[in-house]
């Protein structure tokens, strides 16, 4: 039995996606370097084909995606991923993995997992073509959720049950302090050492409340006298002598951006560690590539920890 004829293109769904993104047919327009009306009419076309409509069109304001046009972005995604991946195909034949990956990291993570990563990989593979973005986990499991991100590099943190979690290592926090801390000499920190002390916090979503929620068990949370969102800056904070911090992924340097030096010390206590792993959409079979890349990390990473 002969399948029906597709009534829709490639060129249609490009056009779609962008748009989506856009909310605008101009700003699309822009993306694209094709007229308006062009990028209007072939909407208007696939809405015809598709049999609804997916989007409202307000005179004013641009546009705004329908129920119907939420739900078929993150299919549209995945089909042009995978026409994508078989475009490239040919190119990929000595080695069978080539195409297009988009991958999300914790903003937190992003400095000292990604650059080595996709520098590795695309160094024995060199038809792959990578998309990053760095985020916060909220942001993160939406770019899951709508096709928009193949899988994520980030923690074990408010999982939900449409999303799949490959856990790689287990990170127990550390404590970092200025080289001239009265407890910098100590072989490790008990946490009610650091009661009383200057804390430096790291300012992001989850990490305020997970390092917070260390100290319960000293029945005192820190009140931070400094606070970043950017890793290195809470590093040199530290490091120019306005308090200690609490941090997770290894370092493989304790020097700052401004030359300055602090000093890791691990936990007397018991304190519950972090999971990093990879996580990615139950709802969406991964290609290849994608399979390929997230075994690459598993073993990556897991080697480079043992050295440590």
């Known amino acids: 039995m002969e399948s029906p004829l597709l009534r829709y293109s490639l060129r249609q769904l490009r056009y ?10 101009t700003g699309a327009s ?13 909407i208007a ?8 409509q997916l989007f409202i069109r307000h005179h004013a304001s641009g546009l705004s995606l329908t129920q119907a046009g939420r739900e078929m972005l993150g299919k549209t995604r995945d089909l042009l991923k995978n026409a994508e991946e078989l475009q490239v195909a040919a190119r990929g034949m000595d080695t069978g993995i080539s195409g297009g990956i988009a991958l999300g990291c914790l903003v937190s993570l992003a400095p000292p997992l990604l650059p080595g990563l996709i520098s590795h990989f695309v160094a024995q593979h060199t038809g792959v073509v990578f998309q990053t973005l760095e985020a916060h986990q ?80 000293v029945g005192e949370r820190p009140v931070p006298a400094f606070k970043s969102a950017q890793p290195e800056v809470v590093r040199g904070m530290v490091a ?69």
Do not use: W
């Open 138 to 217: 909220e942001d993160l499991f939406t770019g899951l959720h709508d096709g928009s991100l193949d899988l994520a590099l980030t923690y074990s943190i408010d999982l939900t049950d449409d999303i799949e979690f490959l856990p790689m290592l287990t990170l127990p926090p550390y404590v970092i302090l200025p080289k001239t801390h009265h407890l910098a000499q100590h072989r490790s920190i008990a946490l009610a050492n650091l009661v009383g002390e200057p804390y430096v916090m790291l300012d992001l979503p989850h990490s305020r409340e997970y390092f917070a929620g260390l100290f319960d068990a």
């Open 240 to 308: 120019n002598g306005l308090g200690y911090s609490i941090l997770n992924f290894p370092l493989k340097s304790t020097h700052t951006v401004d030359g300055e030096d602090f000093v890791v010390k691990r936990f007397k206590d018991d304190v519950a560690a972090a999971t990093l792993g990879i996580a990615q959409s139950r709802n969406m079979k991964p290609r290849q590539v994608v399979r390929h890349f997230t075994a690459f990390c598993e073993a990556q990473i897991k080697k480079q920890h043992a050295k440590r």
């Open 30 to 42: 822009k993306v694209l370097h094709i007229s308006q009306p062009s990028i209007s009419t072939a």
């Open 45 to 52: 076309e696939l809405e015809e084909s598709f049999g609804v």
């Open 16 to 25: 779609f996606v962008v748009t989506a993104e856009a909310l605008s047919f």
